[in-house]
């Protein structure tokens, strides 16, 4: 329950940085993107081992919607 709450609110409070692509005042890129990439392998897998541990019942609703999230933001990331 504790790692889950400390996965959820380095996300909560994660601010992403933006730089302008080739000078352009209407294209941006995200700066730092390995080390984010990390992370959310890191956080997929953690939260991936914790729904398949039995006493995951009380926090099901929570990690399964976490991992919902990191994975759009994943494939969103891919796609940029």
Not at 2 to 20: C, E, H, Q, S
Not at 38 to 65: C, K, P, W
Request: net charge negative; glycine share 4%.
């Amino acid at each position: 329950e504790n790692t889950v709450a400390k996965i959820r609110n380095f996300w909560d409070g994660l601010y992403l940085n933006m730089v302008p692509f080739k000078n352009s005042e209407h294209c941006f890129l995200l700066s730092g993107i390995d080390e984010l990439l990390q992370y959310l392998e890191d956080h997929q897998a953690t939260l991936q081992a914790t729904m398949n541990s039995r006493f995951v019942a009380g926090i099901a609703d929570t990690v399964s919607t976490l991992l919902t999230r990191l994975s759009a933001l994943y494939e969103t990331i891919e796609q940029w």
